[in-house]
T-cell receptor, first 108, second 113 residues
Framework: LAKTTQPISMDSYEGQEVNITCSHNNIATNDYITWYQQFPSQGPRFIIQGYKTKVTNEVASLFIPADRKSSTLSLPRVSLSDTAVYYCPFGNTGKLIFGQGTTLQVKP | DGGITQSPKYLFRKEGQNVTLSCEQNLNHDAMYWYRQDPGQGLRLIYYSQIVNDFQKGDIAEGYSVSREKKESFPLTVTSAQKNPTAFYLC????????????FGPGTRLTVT
């Protein structure tokens, strides 16, 4: 059964770089890895997507090793507004498989 | 503005009643999805539709039904057969089912007593 595993929570301070790692059990060859951010009582928001190696956009970087069994979301210089839950679902036959997510708490 | 709308934001029902949650998108997306989220938990897929007049069961479809008569609309009915319907329901869409960048609506919080 395909699933993702992440740390339940992480703490950081404003201005620091945060790396959140996720393991992707049974990810298929054609599946893409995505990361989403969710604030309380809101729908998740897409952050970044990748297949392998490194992807960077204006918000974050995504590192995927060659075996693709894990991925790391890197948030540079976090602020208080980055406090949220982060999910790393991967695509599986047209569906996204969500795990429980990582609650990131950014402190001043 | 393009996006997904869900209504209402809060919904209260008595046990034993069916209730329909609305989801509309003006993004011209082919694929639409319904998820359920319980407190402190991740999202679980209820139903998804890859194209008009077609839909498939997700991981927790029992007690739910959907229709996809129009590209823009994907309503979810929570039936009285759903044993624990109180939850936060999220609708999403993507350009196609093979694209995993999904756009989510604001959600409907359903409380059944």
């Amino acid at each position: 059964l395909a699933k993702t595993t992440q740390p339940i929570s992480m703490d950081s301070y404003e201005g620091q770089e945060v790396n959140i790692t996720c393991s992707h059990n049974n990810i298929a060859t054609n599946d893409y890895i995505t990361w989403y951010q969710q604030f309380p009582s809101q729908g998740p928001r897409f952050i970044i997507q990748g297949y392998k190696t490194k992807v960077t956009n204006e918000v974050a970087s995504l590192f995927i090793p060659a075996d693709r069994k894990s991925s790391t979301l890197s948030l540079p210089r976090v602020s208080l507004s980055d406090t949220a839950v982060y999910y790393c679902p991967f695509g599986n036959t047209g569906k996204l498989i969500f795990g429980q997510g990582t609650t990131l708490q950014v402190k001043p | 503005d393009g996006g997904i709308t869900q209504s209402p934001k809060y919904l209260f029902r008595k046990e034993g009643q069916n209730v329909t949650l609305s989801c509309e998108q003006n993004l011209n997306h082919d694929a639409m999805y319904w998820y359920r989220q319980d407190p402190g938990q991740g999202l679980r897929l209820i139903y998804y539709s890859q194209i008009v007049n077609d839909f498939q069961k997700g991981d927790i479809a029992e007690g739910y039904s959907v229709s996809r008569e129009k590209k823009e609309s994907f309503p979810l009915t929570v039936t009285s057969a759903q044993k624990n319907p109180t939850a936060f329901y999220l609708c999403a869409s993507s350009i196609s089912s093979g694209v995993y960048e999904q756009y989510f609506g604001p959600g409907t919080r359903l409380t059944v007593t």
